[in-house]
T-cell receptor
Framework: RKEVEQDPGPFNVPEGATVAFNCTYS??????FFWYRQDCRKEPKLLMS???SGNEDGRFTAQLNRASQYISLLIRDSKLSDSATYLC?????????????FGRGTSLIVHP | NAGVMQNPRHLVRRRGQEARLRCSPV?????VYWYRQLPEEGLKFMVY????????ESGMPKERFSAEFPKEGPSILRIQQVVRGDSAAYFC?????????????FGDGTRLSIL
């Protein structure tokens, strides 16, 4: 079983749609969680951290469910510019340090 | 306010040569991470370093690959005797301190092509 799993997609949605991605993780000792965005052949960029109580940043909402070991990202009112790969990142405890572990990413395509 | 700086952006090597990839973290960041991304694949953790120390190299191939982060200067990822399978994008990231809640800041990456 992979440590961080994501549905690779692609999710193909029209502009204005609401879309949600999930990400599951296997290590219950995981401490912190992030969503990154990666455009084709570019570096990953931090989209948002994920807090235990859930958090929102404009059209983006992130939630954490520790009991079921998954995090989610909800995008409302999708824009063409939201087309990208969304990476789930989990900082996992490993021998006294925390190692960021990336999912393979979920591809989102927003079309007119 | 420079972010993570990687160079070169593109590197071409012939099989059997050495490749050296450099990464200067965000000013004040003392933690550096290297990742490899193969075409159509996700990011794979390679190594985590602090100044003068390798903290975790569980993702590094056992042979030909090495990394360092000296007291002065950039972090270096070194690949000896490169093979075609080493062709990938290599990303470096940095964070300001240890601890679970630190997001990483990524450089633009080095695209390594092996002829």
């Amino acid at each position: 079983r992979k440590e961080v799993e994501q549905d690779p997609g692609p999710f193909n949605v029209p502009e204005g749609a609401t879309v949600a991605f999930n990400c599951t993780y296997s290590n219950s000792a995981s401490q912190s969680f992030f969503w990154y965005r990666q455009d084709c052949r570019k570096e990953p960029k931090l989209l948002m951290s994920v807090y235990s109580s859930g958090n929102e940043d404009g059209r983006f909402t992130a939630q954490l469910n520790r009991a079921s070991q998954y995090i989610s990202l909800l995008i409302r009112d999708s824009k063409l510019s939201d087309s990208a790969t969304y990476l789930c990142v989990v900082n996992m405890a490993a021998g006294g340090s925390y190692i960021p572990t990336f999912g393979r990413g979920t591809s989102l395509i927003v079309h007119p | 306010n420079a972010g993570v700086m990687q160079n070169p952006r593109h590197l071409v090597r012939r099989r059997g040569q050495e490749a050296r990839l450099r990464c200067s973290p965000v000013k004040g960041h003392s933690h550096v991470y290297w990742y490899r991304q193969l075409p159509e694949e996700g990011l794979k953790f390679m190594v985590y370093l602090q100044k003068e120390n390798i903290i975790d190299e569980s993702g590094m191939p056992k042979e030909r690959f090495s990394a360092e982060f000296p007291k002065e200067g950039p972090s270096i990822l070194r690949i000896q005797q490169v093979v075609r399978g080493d062709s990938a994008a290599y990303f470096c990231a940095s964070s300001p301190m240890a601890g679970a809640n630190q997001p990483q800041h990524f450089g633009d990456g080095t695209r390594l092509s092996i002829l």
